[in-house]
């Protein structure tokens, strides 16, 4: 009985767990971005350095085209907003509604993956690969390292979107991963935008 009597409840003891358990995951994530931010402002400041070393090679102004990176910059924007009702759905529980959401974000995010890949394409296919100069070592260095972090982050979306799908949707747990994930996707549109002010319009003025 006294034992019994010092002893919290099992659900209450579950809850304490998760209490103690998950905000350490988010603050440890919180690290991780710090990491990245250490990682991006490196190859900034390599850009920076480089950007001038055209090596007898193409500007920015001669290779970018605005058009098209606005329209990048247009979509992962978006699906940065359709990420966000994604999350209001889920903090609601209501799973069809994050679904939907969530998948809009990752066919918006493909999007943004697909027409950066046809960039590269192109300029490699003019001559103008990472190997013609500095400056366009330093570009697709930079711009390729973020497209692959938006590979990585769909990856994940779809993870998230098949755990939603089991009996451990909406938990403590799963609101946790949901919410580093958030961090994640918002962390790459800051990242773009930086990309998009410094190397492409900088580039062409």
Known sequence: ????ATMPPLAETDNHSHD???SP???GFWVYLMTDCVLFGTLFA???VLHNQFAGGP?????FELPGVA???GILLLSSITFGFGALNALSHKKGGFLFWLAVTFVLGLSFVGLEIREFTHMIAEGNGPDRSAFLS???TLVA???????????WILVVMFQSLGAQSFTPRFMSKLTCLSLFWHFLDIVWICVFTFVYLLSVV
Do not use: D, R, Y
């Open 46 to 48: 390599a850009f920076a």
């Open 138 to 140: 330093a570009f697709f």
């Open 1 to 4: 009985m006294a034992n019994q």
């Open 25 to 27: 995951v988010v603050f």
């Open 59 to 63: 500007t920015g102004k001669e290779v």
């Open 20 to 22: 103690h358990h998950e």
């Open 145 to 155: 390292t973020h497209g692959l972090h938006v590979s990585t982050g769909l990856i």
């Open 71 to 73: 329209l990048e910059t």
